[in-house]
C-alpha cells in the first residue's frame, strides 16, 4: 500500500486517541491514516445487477474485488489494465522505483525492464502478476476523478460510496414496502441505498436543512432512478414533531447525524485543521435532539440506526446513553450485524459511565477493517415511553 505525509494531528487528538487504544492499536492507527482509502462502489440495482454492472467495468478493464460475499452489490475498483506499450509512450522517462522492482509480485518478465513508469505500481498490495493472463499489460491506479467521469456513473449503475458509509443501511435491513425516514440525508448515498433495497416501493422521506445539499440529495436521487422519496426541508427535530403532529411514524429511521467527523481523516486532510475539541462538546446536544424526535416517531417494533463517523465517545456511547437513561424500558440496545467484525462499544470515557447496553453499539476503525471510521448503534422501541 502507498503511504503519503499526513498533516500533524493535534496534541488533544492524539491524546484522546491513545486513551482510546492500547499502544499497539494506536500504532496501526496512525500508520493506516498514511494509507489512502480503498475505492469503493456500490452496484445501484435499480438500474443494473452486480452481474452485469461487474461485467461492464472489467471489460473496461477495471479490476473488480467484492469483498463481502453476503453483498456482491458493493465493490472495489483496484485499478485498471492498461497495455504496458500504452504507459511506454506515455512516459518513457519514467521507471519503476525500486519497492516496485523489489516486491514479489512483479511480473517476471518485467523484473529488469527499465522502461515501465513508476504509475504502475501495485495496487492495494494485489498480485498483479498473478492475475494477468496477458504479461503485455499492467495493472495501474486509476486517475483522479475517474470514477465520478465514468459513464456507468453517469447512468446511475453505481454510487461512489466508502466501505463503512455502507453499514448503516446494512444494519438498519430496509425491505420492500416499509416507510422509512433518512433524517439526515444529503448528499443521498444512504438514501439510494434504503431505496435500491426497498426496490422503489414503500415511502422514504428524506430530509436536509440545506438547499444547497438539497439541490445534491435530488440530483443523486434523479440519476439513480429512485422514485420511492420525498424531499424535505426542515431541522431535524422540528421535522419529527411535525411529523407527530400529523400522526404519521415510521417503521425504520436513520439517524446519521451531522458530526466531528474524525474517522473521515483518510480522505479528507481538512479534518486534521478543522478538528475542535469545542464542536465535539456541542455537537452532543444536537445529535440526542434529533435522536430523541426520532424515536417519538418510529412505531413499536420499529428500528433506528443512530451513526457517526467519529470516534469521539462524547458523540457516541454518551449520546446512546442518555437516551436509553431517558426513554427507560420503552426502547433496547440490539445486537448489530456486519459484514466486518466490529469493536464493541466503550462503557466509561474520562469521569463519566455510561448505560451498560452500550456495549451493543458498534465501533469501527479504519486499521481492523481498511476502512473509514465509524460508529452506529441500533435501537429497537418495543413500548410507548412511561408506559
Known sequence: MT???????????????????NPADFKEYQEMLKIPPVRSIRCNTLRISPEKLKERLEKNGWKIKQPWHKYPKIMIVEGKYVAKKEIEDKEKDNILNNQF?????????????????????????????????????????????????????QLGYYYVQE????????????????????????????TTQIAS??????????NEVSLARIKILASNLERCGVTNTIITKKEGSALCLRLEKSNLSFDKILVDAPCSGEGTLRSSHKTYLMWNIKTIKALPRIQKSLLRSAIDILKIGGTIIYSTC??????????VSNILNEFGNSIKLEEIKLPIKPREGITNWEDKTYNSQVKKCARIYPQDNNTEGFFLAKIKKVRWKNI
Request: a negative charge; charged letters at 30%.
Open 3 to 21: 503511504q503519503r505525509k499526513i498533516p500533524e494531528p493535534k496534541p488533544l487528538f492524539i491524546e484522546r486517541m491513545q486513551a482510546l487504544l
Open 163 to 190: 466501505l463503512s458509509s455502507m453499514l448503516p443501511v446494512l444494519a438498519l435491513e430496509p425491505r420492500p414496502e416499509e416507510t422509512i425516514l433518512d433524517l439526515c440525508a444529503s448528499p443521498g448515498s444512504k
Open 197 to 206: 433495497s426497498m426496490k422503489n416501493t414503500g415511502a422514504i422521506i428524506a
Open 310 to 319: 467519529t470516534h469521539a465517545p462524547e458523540e457516541n456511547e454518551e449520546v
Open 101 to 153: 522492482n523489489n516486491s514479489e509480485n512483479i511480473l517476471d518478465d518485467d523484473v529488469n525492464n527499465k522502461s515501465i513508469p513508476s504509475e504502475a505500481r501495485l495496487i492495494l498490495g494485489g498480485g498483479v502478476g498473478k492475475n494477468i493472463k496477458n504479461k503485455n499489460k499492467l495493472l495501474i491506479d486509476l486517475e483522479p476523478g475517474e470514477l465520478g467521469r465514468a459513464l456507468e456513473h
